[in-house]
């Protein structure tokens, strides 16, 4: 017979403190590689087990920014896996304007907002006169406020953007790039917890890139099926490379193409 092993009381007392410090609440991450990571930090920072790197993130405040964004993992681009984008141009978006005038549209996950932005590029170059909506969230406020100011984006976030675009819709600032306020005001950033939050209703497309990678199996189910829901018929859904929908079909999704699926009709 094989018995559970009793979770270790200092490291639940640690994540207790953490929750609360950061308002995340952290019981659907995967535990493996979530220790994995605060171990790094605890080793960076010379500190010995869970109650100490406790008392440290109660008096430093860095720390604690530090051991969000480790858990959170802001990384995001620009044209994020530019053919995936190129796609979304040539064919997808196309396809859905043709069908619904107005789109609404959620990036789930936004980060600090270079995928609801290159979004706004792209149905400004296919629709300059749309109205289209597009709601971008995350869970990380303190990333939320960065994805509005639209500014502050190393080379490397922009490096995929197409040349005529990056003209077009970036101005440059010493080292960094700032979007121009006509793609900023296209965007309506708002704090939305994909495991805790209701979500939005009759949307035409949701993007979620490289967000449930962090999730264990029964929140990303929870999370796809309050996708299925959030869509209309024959809306899309767009998710990361290196993700797939177990039991798409189930949920009631087909596979479209490529890192996309379709709410069956
Ligand atoms: C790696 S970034 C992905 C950014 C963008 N989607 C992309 O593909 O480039 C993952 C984002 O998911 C957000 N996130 C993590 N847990 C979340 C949750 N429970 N609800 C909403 N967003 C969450 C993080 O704050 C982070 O900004």
Known sequence: MKFEEPEDPQWLAFRRALERAIGVPLGQYKEPQMKRRLANIM???????????????AADRELLADVRDTLTINVSEFF?????????????????????RQLKIWSAGCSVGCEPYTLAMIL????????????????????????????GYPPSEVRSVPPALLKKYFV?????????????RKVNFR?????????PTDLDMILCRNVVIYFTD????????????????????????????MRSGEIGFRTAGTSMYQKAA
Request: aromatic share 8%; proline share 5%; net charge neutral.
């Open 43 to 57: 080793t960076r920072r010379g500190l010995n087990g869970w109650p100490a790197f406790e008392k440290a993130i």
């Open 80 to 100: 994020r896996q530019a053919d995936r984008f190129q796609e979304l141009q040539a064919k997808w978006l196309p396809e859905l304007i043709k069908e619904r």
């Open 124 to 151: 400004n170059e296919l629709d300059p006169r749309g109205n289209h909506s597009i709601l971008a969230t995350d869970v990380d406020m303190p990333i939320l406020s960065r994805a509005r100011e639209g500014n």
């Open 172 to 184: 440059s600032e010493g080292e960094t790039f700032r979007v121009t306020d006509d793609i900023r």
């Open 191 to 199: 704090r939305h917890d994909l495991l805790s939050d209701p979500y």
């Open 218 to 245: 029964e929140a990303k189910q929870h999370i796809y099926k309050g996708f299925a829901k959030a869509l209309r018929p024959s809306g899309l859904l767009f998710i990361g490379g290196s993700e797939m929908i």
